[in-house]
Structures are given as C-alpha cells and as structure tokens.
C-alpha cells in the first residue's frame, strides 16, 4: 500500500478536530430546523468529502462510519419526494451514526498505512 508522506499524514490529523466542531454545527442547525434546505445540503458535503478522505489517510473506522451515512443521505435525497420520509425521520434516522462519527473524530483510531 502506498504511504503518504507524514506531513500530510500529520495535517489530516490535526484537521479532525476541527472537522468535528463543523460537523456539529452543521448537524446541530439541522436538527434545530429539519426542513431548512441549507444544513442538510452542508451535511451532504461534509459527509462526501469525510467518507472518502478518512479512509485515504488510513482511518478506516471513521471512514466507514462517514460513508454509511453518505450512502443514507443520498439515497434519501435521490428517493422522489413523495416518496421518501420526511426530514424529522432522515434526522431521527442518523442520530446514533452521527454520535458515532463524532466519537469518532474526537477519538480516532491511529491511522492504518
């Protein structure tokens, strides 16, 4: 397996915390406002971006739990409206997932390279 160079290994690190304050923010707005399209298009963004660069950098378990809930939060989005649940139930249906990646992030496992 290719190794990143430790510079970036060690950027990516100390930009987790960072990740999880923004990430709470984002999912704290959305559960104040469920219906507001705004937070949950910035969560979509910031779990995309999370599911595939976490495991990039070796953090297999955050990038697990980040693209579980990527692949939820599309497939919701893609489903008609009509069709899908509401928003208050795409919010109810993620809040264990998002406790964890936000575990996660405050306590990731080292790096697998």
């Keep these: 397996m290719h190794r990143l160079p430790e510079k970036l290994q060690m950027r ?3 930009s987790l915390a960072q990740k999880h ?3 709470s923010l984002v999912w704290a707005a959305l559960q104040a406002h469920p219906d507001d ?3 949950r ?3 979509n963004i910031r779990l995309h971006h999370l599911s595939g660069s976490a495991g990039a950098y070796g953090y297999w378990r955050l990038g697990d739990v980040a693209r579980r809930l990527d ?3 599309r497939d919701w989005l893609e489903t008609a409206p009509a069709l ?3 928003t208050h139930e795409l919010v109810e249906s993620l809040r264990i997932d998002i406790a964890l990646l936000l575990e996660e992030l405050m306590h990731p496992q080292s790096p697998e390279t």
Excluded: F, N, V
């Design 71 to 73: 692949e939820r939060m």
């Design 37 to 39: 399209i705004a937070p």
């Design 41 to 43: 298009e910035e969560l």
């Design 21 to 23: 304050a923004e990430l």
């Design 12 to 14: 990516y690190a100390a």
């Design 84 to 86: 899908r649940g509401s």
